[in-house]
C-alpha cells in the first residue's frame, strides 16, 4: 500500500535551518507530483511547495527564497530544505503525493523557538 514517512523535523533556533525527507512507497513515485503543507495549531493546512516528475517548483510566497524542495526519483524520496526558519514556521509538515488520488504522510513536528 501506498506510504509516506516524514523526517527530520525537531526544535531549531530562529535563524537556524532543518531538512525534511518523505520516504515514498508503493506507487510509482517518479510519475507523481510531491507537494509538503503545513499546519500549525488552530489553523488551516497551508500549502508550502511542490515539485513535479519533470522537476518543476513552485512556492508558497510565506517560504519562497527560504526553503527548497527537492525530489530524487532513484531514492524515491522528496525533501524541503528550510533556512532562515522563523517562529511562525512552527508547525506540523506533511508530505502529499498526487497521482490517480491524494496521499498524506503522519506529518513530523518542526519547532523554531530560541
Known amino acids: 500500500q501506498v506510504q509516506l514517512v516524514e523526517s527530520g523535523g525537531g526544535l531549531v533556533q530562529p535563524g537556524g535551518s532543518l531538512r525534511l525527507s518523505c520516504a515514498a512507497s508503493?506507487?510509482?513515485?517518479?510519475?507523481?507530483?510531491m507537494s509538503w503543507y503545513r499546519q500549525a495549531p488552530g489553523k488551516e493546512r497551508e500549502f508550502l511547495s511542490f515539485?513535479?516528475?519533470?522537476?518543476?517548483?513552485a512556492y508558497a510566497d510565506s517560504v519562497k527564497g527560504r526553503f527548497t524542495i527537492s525530489r530524487d526519483n532513484g531514492k524515491n524520496t522528496v525533501g524541503l530544505q528550510m533556512d532562515n526558519l522563523k517562529p511562525e514556521d512552527t508547525a506540523m509538515y506533511y508530505c502529499?503525493?498526487?497521482?490517480?488520488?491524494?496521499?498524506w504522510g503522519q506529518g513530523t513536528q518542526v519547532t523554531v523557538s530560541s
Open positions: 502529499r503525493a498526487v497521482l490517480r488520488g491524494e496521499y
Open positions: 508503493g506507487f510509482t513515485f517518479s510519475s507523481a507530483v
Open positions: 515539485v513535479t516528475p519533470g522537476h518543476t517548483t
